[in-house]
């Protein structure tokens, strides 16, 4: 990629009005962004040069899907849903456009367009990129094995080796995770790995089945060797837990503080660039949970619910900081929109069932908990421990 961008570069220099070298200097900007993490830099590099041949030529249509695509990437899901929308308008027959519809839909939690779209992408270009949407909005809908039967088809649709599709296999052995499946879930983390050396969310995925096995030295080893690849907050806030599992607290204190550092910094760079900074504040409330700071969670979690008040994972975080302040009819309120896509996830299925047990619903909390203990208990330690000790005080 460096040195397709470097002969870009040289191609604008030597003509200024190349614009169809513009447009693939941006692309490319974003997808090393997407590789390296260093969303800050590539994104805004590249929002610079779609903003230059937007306006000499206002309605490309490859340049307004790569600004939808960024502003996805920097969580403007409103924005970019306008974008797309806009370049729908010009160029209904493009498979890749109903992808950013149908990702732009799922995070405002409009599943039911979302699913709409997806279909429509399905028959505009059956592809990889069609057929994860059609596994993530099947996990969302609670079909797990459909997601899984999906997911499969993306990475035998997709060439070995390339990003997108061992993004895909990393993907289908986190469906595995999920389900409680270690055993096929390493398989395909080890295949992706082996496909693509050194490849961060492989690693991460190792560095989870090495923690569930209480091995917790390789999981801090991977998680380590994926921090130093790509600039993902992912890998730094499952450290704090593998730190505490491993008995090491102040390692873990001092991860959650960075996690924070990271979220914040990001935060900031938004409130100061509305048109560009990446928001964060649903992370941001997880991140102060871990440092037991719950005004500063609570504040964030708010932030976010009142840019996507329809998201599930959005209620869901909402629901478990007051269910970590002690407010359970609050949490209670917000977890069953949480659950209103029926998904089986265990960790939303432990937490809700914590929820119910808190307000009254003693009977369906201790089966939730019991069914998502039972598929994979290890998905989220803190969730985990919190389900042991209230079925044990029954």
């Given at each position: 990629?460096?040195?397709?961008?470097?002969?870009?570069?040289?191609?604008?220099?030597?003509?200024?009005n190349d614009q169809k070298s513009r447009l693939l200097l941006a692309e490319a900007y974003m997808q090393e962004g997407r590789v390296t993490g260093n969303h800050p830099y590539y994104d805004a590099a590249a929002m610079q040069l779609l903003q230059e041949v937007l306006k000499t030529d206002p309605e490309n249509f490859e340049a307004l899907c790569c600004q939808a695509s960024l502003s996805l990437t920097q969580h403007h899901f409103s924005q970019g849903l306008a974008l797309a929308e806009q370049a729908q308008a010009i160029n209904p027959q493009s498979g890749y456009v109903y992808g950013l519809l149908t990702d732009a839909n799922v995070e405002l939690g409009r599943y039911d367009q979302a699913v709409k779209m997806a279909d429509k992408m399905n028959q505009v270009r059956p592809d990889l990129t069609a057929y994860t949407r059609v596994s993530y909005l099947r996990e969302i809908y609670g079909d797990m094995p459909g997601a899984i039967q999906a997911m499969d088809m993306a990475v035998k649709a997709g060439y070995n080796g390339l990003e997108q599709t061992e993004w895909s296999r990393v993907a289908l052995g986190h469906l595995y995770e999920v389900s409680g499946q270690l055993d096929k879930a390493q398989g395909y983390y080890e295949r992706a790995l082996a496909m693509r050396p050194n490849y961060a969310?492989?690693?991460?995925?190792?560095?989870?089945?090495?923690?569930?096995?209480?091995?917790?030295?390789?999981?801090?080893?991977?998680?380590?060797?994926?921090?130093?690849?790509?600039?993902?907050?992912?890998?730094?806030?499952?450290?704090?837990?593998?730190?505490r599992l491993n008995n090491q607290p102040e390692?873990?204190?001092?991860?959650?503080?960075?996690?924070?550092?990271?979220?914040?910094?990001?935060?900031?760079?938004?409130?100061?660039?509305?048109?560009?900074?990446?928001?964060?504040?649903?992370?941001?409330?997880?991140?102060?949970?871990?440092?037991?700071?719950?005004?500063?969670?609570?504040?964030?979690?708010?932030?976010?619910?009142?840019?996507?008040?329809?998201?599930?994972?959005v209620n869901e975080t909402l629901a478990w900081v007051y269910y970590k302040r002690g407010d359970f009819p609050e949490a209670l309120k917000y977890m069953t929109v949480a659950r209103r896509t029926n998904s089986q996830n265990p960790v939303l299925l432990c937490r809700a069932g914590l929820i119910l047990t808190k307000t009254g619903k003693v009977a369906e909390g201790q089966a939730l908990i019991t069914k998502a203990l039972e598929t994979a208990p290890y998905l989220n330690p803190e969730v985990e421990a919190e389900g042991k000790k209230m079925l044990a005080a029954r």
């Open positions: 990629t460096k040195a397709s961008m470097e002969g870009l570069l040289a191609k604008l220099r030597t003509d200024p969310y492989a690693l991460a995925g190792l560095a989870r089945v090495a923690a569930a096995h209480k091995d917790y030295a390789t999981a801090i080893k991977n998680l380590n060797l994926a921090r130093a690849t790509v600039k993902d907050y992912a890998f730094t806030d499952e450290l704090v837990d593998v730190y390692e873990a204190e001092k991860m959650a503080h960075e996690s924070v550092e990271m979220l914040a910094d990001a935060a900031k760079q938004a409130n100061d660039n509305e048109e560009l900074g990446h928001y964060t504040d649903r992370e941001l409330a997880y991140a102060y949970l871990k440092t037991n700071e719950l005004d500063k969670a609570l504040e964030h979690a708010k932030i976010e619910y009142a840019r996507r008040p329809d998201n599930i994972d």
